[in-house]
Nanobody, 121 residues
Framework: QVQLVESGGGWVQAGGSLRLNCAAS??????????MGWYRQVPGKQRELVAS???????NYADSVKGRFTISRDNAQNTVSLQMNSLKPDDTAVYYC?????????????WGQGTLVTVSS
């Protein structure tokens, strides 16, 4: 079983920065086999991918955050972080940490509980 716990959300003015962190716990071999990422959701809209980092280190970003957000993964600590710079009011959302992949237990997808990011204009 893998569990994800996010931290680092909060309130910031437009143009500011926040850093989100996600700590994974459980089977280390399972965690290392999983891609990890951040999604976000606002009320009335579908959850959308913000950024992801794969087991080999390759990253992927939504067009709306390219150049402003940076995802990083620490395999020794089993954490994934999202550095968010030049924040805009449109970035306001609940941000969810996600881990997914084919493991020895089969395909597995896990979500954190979410952390709220509010960007004021």
């Amino acid at each position: 079983q893998v569990q994800l716990v996010e931290s680092g959300g909060g309130w910031v003015q437009a143009g500011g920065s926040l850093r989100l962190n996600c700590a994974a716990s459980g089977s280390i071999s399972t965690i290392k086999a999983m891609a990890m990422g951040w999604y976000r959701q606002v009320p009335g809209k579908q959850r959308e991918l913000v950024a992801s980092v794969f087991t080999g280190g390759r990253t992927n970003y939504a067009d709306s955050v390219k150049g402003r957000f940076t995802i990083s993964r620490d395999n020794a600590q089993n954490t994934v972080s999202l550095q968010m710079n030049s924040l805009k009011p449109d970035d306001t959302a609940v941000y969810y940490c996600n881990a997914r992949g084919t493991t020895l237990m089969g395909y597995l997808e896990v979500w954190g509980q979410g952390t709220l990011v509010t960007v004021s204009s």
